[in-house]
């Protein structure tokens, strides 16, 4: 019964890592055949064959020269990092207020919040477009930086709240004792004890801003130089000759590095921050 039961174990293990090596294969082929396809020369048709004939760095040079790719990088940059940090600011406080304090309509806010989430993006579109006209603020990186932000707020908050309802209660009562208020609390003692959850929020909202497509593309309708890369990967299909794919490919590779070197900046707090958050909850 101990040999079946040691055969049995061995199996599954091997079975399980047969699995992840599926699903590992899955996510890398793809962006490895990017990579080739981004060196390839006269690739007219990802039809055409499996893989280029030749390879060069003249679509990587194309890219700088003949498309406003240095602006579409820095405007979702500046996009992305101005969404990180005003979100990160506003989703501990408000995770901290949901979570800590007592105030009129604490419910009804928190459900409210909820709610929020069932409606999709598009409904919200000619809305979006329409405040923002009034306030002048259309073709303003400024702009998506608030939209990106609200959007990002509901779904967040009610992750770092999880997280923030297992802090002792204790820690923050010894030092209200010692004479330190809601603002310090929060400030020297709360705060670092949530950094994984910060490093979730920070990655999250990050990468939200930078992968927005459907409000930037309505609202930043200012010309090439405008816009986000989001929308200016959607640009480089529009075109008389067709689709340059080994362009297009070595646009969303290095596009793809902000995001890359961002994640494995916070992968330990960003791990650690999804783990205990799902287990403490």
Not at 69 to 80: A, E, H, P, T
Not at 81 to 105: H, K, Q, V
Not at 108 to 136: D, E, K, R, W, Y
Request: one cysteine or more; hydrophobic letters at 55%; a positive charge.
């Amino acid at each position: 019964m101990k040999w079946e039961t040691k055969v049995k174990k061995k199996l599954i293990y091997l079975l399980l890592n047969l699995l992840l090596l599926v699903f590992a294969l899955s996510v890398l082929v793809p962006v490895l055949y990017m990579i080739v396809i981004s060196f390839g020369e006269n690739v007219v048709s990802l039809d055409s064959g499996i893989l280029p004939g030749k390879f060069t760095l003249k679509n990587y040079h194309d890219l700088f020269t003949k498309h406003q790719f240095v602006d579409w990088m820095r405007n979702s940059l500046i996009i992305s990092l101005g969404t990180m940090a005003l979100t990160t600011i506003l989703t501990s406080l408000g995770a901290y207020a949901f979570s800590r304090l007592d105030f009129y309509g604490k419910k009804t806010t928190f459900n409210g919040i909820l709610l929020i989430q069932i409606f999709p993006l598009a409904l919200s579109m000619v809305a979006i477009h329409q405040i923002l006209n009034a306030l002048g603020l259309l073709n303003k990186i400024i702009s998506l930086i608030f939209v990106n932000t609200v959007i990002a707020l509901s779904g967040l908050i009610l992750l770092a709240k999880g997280y923030f309802d297992t802090i002792p209660k204790e820690l923050e009562e010894s030092a209200f004792v010692d004479g330190a208020n809601k603002a310090i609390v929060l400030i020297m003692i709360i705060i670092p004890l949530v950094k994984p959850m910060l490093a979730v929020i920070a990655v999250q909202s990050f990468v939200l801003a930078y992968n927005e497509y459907v409000i930037a593309n309505v609202v930043m309708t200012g010309g090439f130089k405008s816009m986000p890369l989001a929308v200016g990967l959607r640009s480089m299909f529009e075109g008389q000759y067709g689709i340059n794919w080994p362009r297009y490919c070595a646009a969303a590779l290095l596009g793809s590095l902000p995001m890359l070197v961002l994640f494995f900046t916070l992968q330990r707090y960003f791990i650690s921050g999804l783990t205990e958050g799902s287990v403490k909850q």
